[in-house]
């Protein structure tokens, strides 16, 4: 167990958050929500002593050990088994097996285990850190987006490890189904305050909401009290008879104080701009394989036929490094299939939110120019409204790409789909770096696009709610699956679930 008392935080003028209580109570696996920027891993950070807190105690009890995912990476080790095994105490040295059984869940095979830790991409490094951190079997783990760079079968795998651990855990994701499905417990951040609930996100919303519900309710009920003695104070203030009443009545107000109107939260809000397609098929693929090196035995999937239909939601699907990426740019026409046909209907239409796409925004270029050259038809005034549904308003519209986080750039490019009319989009796991609000707007307007969507995510719930056809990697090829991805798991399954 442990606990935060008056814990508080500020940089500079800004503040983060004032007074926090927390207690971590035995077993509590917990859910930490709230907006980008609002905190959170600051927080652990002081948890940590990474950070030192304005004010306020941390209370950790002896021998109470903390394990938390390392977002920086520093491998010193030749192989990624002995990087993994230097974190195991003095007695489980020799204790191999442990960390090699976290590494396979997490996507490594045994070749992996003895190649140079610093060989592999940085999603994998991730999770060489996230298995040094639950290998020292802590007391606590504190999870920082530990579902970033996961594939679904390693998210399916650390969702079983973590409903099984005996210790206690502080979760931060923005995958919202990864999070109910562990969390006994959830925390949010919000307006500075932090407030702690049991049960999943659901009931912390709607405890929430009921919350500031009642604190409004007080507010509007204090404030007609004051305006109904503010009215005796200046109606009867001067008059002889009634002086002591009206004192009376000033001083009641005094005493009240003032309950202070809640602060609104910035929510990302927009609709994506459709454009009309009269095609009942809009893209057709026939035999597509593609290899980077232009050979057949590099092929990355080989004769997949797809055929899209102008409403349709397609899903890609599979673990990491298997190519769902690539085929995403080879539909958007930016790779050249090995071989293989594809035909479109002239009206076709793509907007295409890619990870690579945010590489390519002009680290020079401010936020405006971007969204602007989307589409040179969009006046100052409608530039300047895509540019607030994405929460660049006023001068933070103006800011240059180059100053920008990860989730900001991501938010541009966002926007730049949104200048533009689609009537197919291509999001290559268009979650990332958005906070839990953000992806439940953008799963609501997915759902509600009028035309066709093929989506690479490892987002279940937005596989749940969002696709009715699959492109599945597994088992060492690429396939079409004319179903939902709970008939996928029912029909066929992760192999590695022996499914």
Request: some cysteine; proline content about 2%; glycine content about 8%.
């Amino acid at each position: 167990m442990i606990q935060l008392s008056n814990i508080s935080k500020h940089f500079g003028l800004q503040v983060l958050f004032e007074d926090l209580n927390l207690l971590i109570g035995k077993r509590e696996r917990i859910g930490f929500v709230g907006r980008n920027g609002s905190g959170k891993s600051t927080l652990f950070k002081i948890i940590l002593g990474e950070v030192t807190a304005d004010s306020g105690d941390v209370i950790i009890p002896k021998g109470y050990k903390i394990g938390a995912l390392d977002q920086h990476i520093n491998f010193t080790k030749p192989t990624v088994l002995e990087e993994c095994c230097e974190v195991l105490s003095e007695e489980e040295q020799y204790d191999w097996w442990k960390a090699e059984k976290i590494l396979f869940g997490l996507g490594f095979s045994e070749e992996d285990l003895q190649k140079d830790p610093n060989s592999f991409s940085g999603g994998y490094q991730v999770r060489i850190n996230l298995t040094k951190a639950l290998v020292q079997n802590p007391n606590l783990l504190l999870l920082d987006e530990p579902t970033n760079y996961l594939d679904i079968v390693s998210l399916r795998w650390l969702r079983g490890f973590l409903k099984s651990f005996k210790g206690e855990v502080l979760l931060i994701t923005h995958d919202k189904d990864f999070m109910d499905s562990i969390s006994t417990h959830t925390i949010g951040l919000s307006r500075k305050r932090l407030n702690k609930y049991e049960g999943n996100t659901t009931k912390f919303y709607e405890q929430l909401a009921i919350s500031d519900e009642i604190y409004e309710q007080t507010r509007l009920t204090q404030e007609k009290k004051k305006k109904e003695l503010q009215g005796f104070v200046d109606r009867f203030g001067a008059k002889a008879s009634k002086a002591a009443q009206a004192q009376s009545r000033a001083k009641q107000i005094e005493k009240m104080g003032t309950i202070e109107k809640l602060d609104s939260e910035n929510n990302l809000g927009f609709t994506f701009h459709y454009k009309e397609c009269p095609g009942k098929v809009i893209f057709e693929a026939e035999d597509l394989s593609f290899s980077y090196t232009g050979e057949e035995e590099d092929d990355l999937f080989k004769k997949l036929s797809l055929s899209i239909g102008r409403k349709d939601r397609v899903g890609i699907i599979g673990k990491n490094g298997k190519g769902k990426s690539t085929l995403l740019n080879v539909i958007a026409g930016e790779l050249k299939p090995r071989v293989g046909k594809i035909t479109s209907h002239p009206s076709l239409s793509m907007g295409h939110f890619g990870q690579t796409n945010i590489e390519r925004l002009d680290q020079n270029s401010t936020i405006i120019t971007e969204i602007s050259d989307s589409n040179p038809a969009l006046n100052t005034g409608q530039v300047r409204k895509i540019c607030g549904t994405m929460m660049f308003t006023d001068e933070l519209a103006k800011k240059t790409i180059s100053v920008l986080s990860g989730g900001e750039k991501s938010r541009v490019m966002l926007g730049k789909i949104l200048a533009k009319q689609s009537n197919l989009l291509l999001l290559d796991e268009p979650t990332n770096h958005l906070d839990m609000e953000s992806i439940e707007t953008l799963s609501r307007e997915i759902i509600r696009f009028p035309g066709s969507v093929i989506l690479v995510t490892h987002s279940e719930l937005l596989l749940r709610s969002s696709v009715n056809k699959l492109i599945i990697f597994h088992q060492g090829r690429a396939e079409f699956f004319d179903g939902t991805y709970d008939e996928f798991l029912e029909k066929i399954g992760w192999e590695i679930e022996g499914g």
